[in-house]
């Protein structure tokens, strides 16, 4: 079963049935997949993916922000900077994805 790691419970969201992530556009986040959720190295449980919104930086917005971490636009955009190698912010592609606890 795939990984989903966090290296924080932003929001508490993890303790939530439903909850959202913010990572950058790879095959791996299809409708339906179910990962293994990982908190700081250990597995808390399982989660389905409900659903995807590709998004860029510059179709990011507070209120997602603000849902998703807890954190501001800004605050949140310069952690997915620190979170990701990218070589270009301006062309890369993010998925704010939907979550149900399994």
Sequence with gaps: ?????????FNNKLDCPYFTTI??????YKIGVVF??????????????????ILT???LDEWTCLLDAGLG?????????R??????????????VLLKSC
């Excluded at 990982?38 to 989660?47: H, N, R, S, V």
């Design 83 to 96: 979170f990701y190698q990218v070589s270009d912010w301006n062309t890369q592609e993010l998925v704010f």
């Design 57 to 59: 930086l510059d179709t």
């Design 73 to 81: 636009l800004e605050e949140t955009i310069s952690l997915l900077k």
């Design 23 to 28: 990572r950058l556009n790879t095959p791996k």
């Design 36 to 53: 293994d959720i990982e908190l700081q190295d250990t597995i808390i449980k399982k989660a389905e993916v409900l659903d995807i919104r």
């Design 1 to 9: 079963m795939p990984i989903l790691n966090f290296a924080q419970n």
